[in-house]
């Protein structure tokens, strides 16, 4: 009977919070997810099903998040299809294993490999997670290009005010981007009582943004600029700032620095905090096709029509190790996760993931729900499928 009351009352909140049309506008898979969803807006201790239902989903669900839209170009960039590619390896039983709802390979500038998983057919969007962070980062170069931001080095207090007298006040644009505060946060996807668990729902004071409430209340854990700590919270700062120098919502900038000149073929939406702002170290979604598109055009060093959207040299150093992470051959840059051979990658929750590989000019596309959200078994997969992809370019040649 409980369970009957919670159904009924989900559907009532849907019925207010769109209105009887906008109810019988969604499709019938939508309304059926709607039964289904928990009323507990936080994803990391969801089921596996009502995962592998919201990845595909989230900017569909009014009762789970809101968001912004950036529009796919009116005519899209093409993706030409080339040879596929030989791997020495059950694919179907690594996107099992890994869960996997799409994995694509570009190499060359040619899809050599397109496979889909758990229902999913990749004419609809999947979330990115913390794949976004790498988004956030370009905008940042993009920023620095247009002016809007003045120098890496500028204190962040300069552009968000508010951070004035906390510990972010001296802290860098530079710092910000490699994940080198020094300030306090908590990662811990499995901890209810994380940062990363808790600043979602935190009730900022009136007249603030949530995220900017919660962040400048954080203690200082180290000096600035001497050690790496990941936090998804500074990449949502990194977002705040952003909209700060620009005077312009994420997506916007995102539609139209990349979405449209890049060729896009659908939409992409962007989640939105408790205050209005797009969640800048999370949750854009995205085709995986227009994955593999950014993909490309990062590897092509973020030009359009021949020109960088970012200052000369910046992707350069976005793209190489500017922070150590205490693990052999890997390191991070700007938002980017790095690897000694030159290679990067953009990373995140449940196995999501954008692979770039300069010297075999490929790149691969990885979107999924892992069991869990971040796991070394699962990760080692991935690594090894990286490699086995890389041995595979490497013997054509």
Not at 7 to 31: N, Q
Not at 43 to 68: C, G, N, T, V, Y
Not at 301 to 306: L, S
């Amino acid at each position: 009977m409980r369970r009957w009351k919670k159904i009924v009352l989900i559907l009532l909140a849907a019925l207010l919070a769109l209105g009887v049309g906008g109810w019988f506008s969604l499709d019938k898979e939508t309304r059926g997810l709607l039964k289904t969803f928990p009323t507990n807006r936080d994803l990391l201790f969801w089921s596996e099903s009502q995962r592998d239902a919201a990845f595909r989903a989230m900017d569909r669900i009014p009762l789970l998040a809101k968001w912004h839209t950036a529009e796919p170009a009116t005519t899209p960039t093409p993706l030409a299809v080339g040879a596929p590619l030989q791997l020495d390896m059950d694919v179907d039983a690594y996107m099992q294993t890994q869960r996997r709802s799409a994995l694509l390979i570009v190499q060359d500038g040619k899809l050599r490999l397109e496979r889909y998983g758990l229902g999913f057919d990749g004419s609809g969007r999947w979330t990115s997670f913390s794949v976004a962070k790498s988004f956030t980062s370009t905008l940042v170069g993009a920023a620095l290009r247009d002016g809007a931001i003045r120098s890496m080095d500028d204190k962040i207090s300069d552009y968000i005010v508010d951070m004035k007298g906390s510990a972010y006040d001296d802290v860098s644009v530079r710092q910000l981007l490699t994940m080198t505060s020094g300030v306090a946060w908590n990662e811990d996807y499995d901890d209810p009582d994380s940062d990363v668990a808790r600043f979602n729902n935190y009730k900022p004071e009136p007249g603030m943004d949530a995220l900017v409430d919660y962040m400048r209340k954080l203690p200082r854990a180290a000096p600035a600029g001497t050690r790496w700590h990941y936090s998804t919270g500074e990449t949502n700062l990194i977002g705040i700032l952003v909209i700060a120098a620009t005077g312009k919502p994420l997506a916007q900038y995102l539609q139209e620095k990349i979405w449209q000149p890049v060729g896009m073929e659908q939409q992409a939406t962007w989640l939105l905090n408790k205050t209005g702002h797009e969640i800048s170290g999370c949750c854009l979604q995205a085709s995986p096709r227009d994955y593999a598109r950014f993909g490309q055009f990062i590897l092509d060093g973020a030009q359009v029509d021949g020109q960088s959207i970012v200052p000369e040299g910046w992707l350069e150093q976005a793209t190489h190790k500017q922070a150590d992470i205490g693990v052999p051959g890997q390191g991070y840059g700007y938002q980017w996760w790095t690897y000694d051979d030159g290679s990067f990658a953009a990373r995140g929750i449940f196995g999501q993931g954008i692979l770039i590989d300069p010297q075999r000019a490929l790149v691969v596309v990885s979107t999924g729900d892992w069991p869990t959200a971040s796991g070394a078994e699962y990760k080692a997969r991935r690594e090894a499928f990286y490699k086995a992809v890389q041995q595979a370019v490497d013997q054509e040649r």
